[in-house]
Structure formats: structure tokens, C-alpha cells
Antibody, heavy 119, light 112 residues
Framework: QLVESGGGLVQSGGSLRLSCSAS????????MHWVRQAPGRGLEFVSA????????YYSSSVKGRFTISRDNSKSTLYLQMGGLRADDMAVYYC??????????????WGQGTLVTVSS | QSVLTQPPSVSGAPGQRVTISCTGN?????????VHWYQQLPGAAPKLLIF???GRPSGVPDRFSGSKSGSSASLAITGLQAEDEADYYC????????????FGGGTKLTVL
């Protein structure tokens, strides 16, 4: 099970930290992803991290502004978001990736947390 | 513009068979990367429907099937039911993007 938290209303240019608490599987052996969905739009890969935290990925739209991290002792994934813009407004989903590398099938998804950016 | 192309919408009557295509190129599906499919019911999070081109997670009815050929993949749904009305997304990887994951734009399935 994956449960996201930390979403909310933030002003343009502001910061927010999302968390994703995992249970029911050996967290440290799986890559984890953040995928977002803007209102009425499709799915977009945002960021990903390998099981040991040694490999990370950022989409070009968030590179330099967002930082992904994980605490395997707490089975928790994080996304530190900075320099937020109107086009970052979306539901952010935490998803479990493969138990190898970073990219592969996303086997489980959280319920999502909404990030709203106001100008 | 998504890297993987899906039709924006498809429809079918209950009991019918529908297919949803996912077209890529030689940098993604055609390069041999697996294709996965997700179902997103209205107001819900996406859920894995098909993995590794044609695998079905436990609990997914065998009415859902996936296939891949060349640079394209397809999701077929037989015996269409009202509860199948949802958005469907394909996902693969693209080596021109460093092997990162890519989604199709999504297809809205309407059960008439």
C-alpha cells in the first residue's frame, strides 16, 4: 500500500514536500516513482529513484527544481518541490517501480495528493 | 505531444470487443522495450492492467489482453462491461530519452 501526503495550496515560486509511506512490501528493494496528472490531462513521469537511492531520474520539466529522496528505514519516499509554477499543478501519484534499475512496470499506485499553485 | 500515440477515444456496446492501439517508433516500442497498460477509473488512481506486453496481474479478468508487434502495441477488451468505462494508458521506455519511461496520451473508453 502507498499513501501520499503533503499536497496543498502553495503560491507560485513556493516550495512543498510530498511524502509517500509504503507498506506491504520490502521497500528498499524497489525503485519508486512520482507521476503527476494535471487536471484533465494524461500521466507524466516526474521523478524516480532506485531502491538504494543511488540512481535518480528527473523529467526535463522539473530538473533543477525538484529533488527525490527516500528513507528506507522508514519506508518513505519524498519529493521536495521548489520554484513551483502554474504548470506544476497536478495530482501527484507515488508508484512502485521494478526491483531492478529505475524504469519498468509501475505495479502499485497511491491514491494521489493534489498540488495547487496559485499566482 | 506524447511519445506514444493512442486514439483519444474509443467506444463499444456491452458485450462487444474493442481494441486500443499504442503506436511508438524504433526508439521505444520498436527498440524492444516492454509495453505496460494502466486503467484509470473515473476519480481513481491508475491501476496496472497489463505488464510486459501481455501479462495479467492477478485479479485482472482475462477479458483484458495485450499484444505487441513491431513499434506498436494493442490492448483488447472482450465482453465489454459498463464498469470498463475508464481511461487507458500505455507505457514503455525510450532510449532517445536515456531509457526513461514514457506514457501514451491516454484513451477514453466509453461503453454505450
Amino acid at each position: 500500500q502507498l499513501v501520499e501526503s503533503g499536497g496543498g495550496l502553495v503560491q507560485s515560486g513556493g516550495s512543498l514536500r510530498l511524502s509517500c509511506s509504503a507498506s506491504g512490501f520490502t521497500f528498499s528493494t524497489y525503485a519508486m516513482h512520482w507521476v503527476r496528472q494535471a487536471p484533465g490531462r494524461g500521466l507524466e513521469f516526474v521523478s524516480a529513484i532506485s531502491g538504494d537511492g543511488g540512481l535518480t531520474y528527473y523529467s526535463s520539466s522539473v530538473k533543477g527544481r525538484f529533488t527525490i529522496s527516500r528513507d528506507n528505514s522508514k519506508s518513505t519516499l519524498y519529493l521536495q518541490m521548489g520554484g513551483l509554477r502554474a504548470d506544476d499543478m497536478a495530482v501527484y501519484y507515488c508508484a512502485r517501480g521494478p526491483n531492478y534499475g529505475i524504469f519498468g512496470v509501475l505495479g502499485n499506485w497511491g491514491q494521489g495528493t493534489l498540488v495547487t499553485v496559485s499566482s | 505531444q506524447s511519445v506514444l500515440t493512442q486514439p483519444p477515444s474509443v467506444s463499444g456496446a456491452p458485450g462487444q470487443r474493442v481494441t486500443i492501439s499504442c503506436t511508438g517508433n524504433t526508439s521505444n516500442i520498436g527498440a524492444g522495450y516492454d509495453v505496460h497498460w494502466y486503467q484509470q477509473l473515473p476519480g481513481a488512481a491508475p491501476k496496472l492492467l497489463i505488464f510486459g506486453n501481455s501479462g495479467r496481474p492477478s485479479g485482472v479478468p482475462d477479458r483484458f489482453s495485450g499484444s505487441k508487434s513491431g513499434s506498436s502495441a494493442s490492448l483488447a477488451i472482450t465482453g465489454l462491461q459498463a464498469e470498463d468505462e475508464a481511461d487507458y494508458y500505455c507505457q514503455s521506455h525510450d532510449h532517445s530519452l536515456g531509457g526513461s519511461g514514457v506514457f501514451g496520451g491516454g484513451t477514453k473508453l466509453t461503453v454505450l
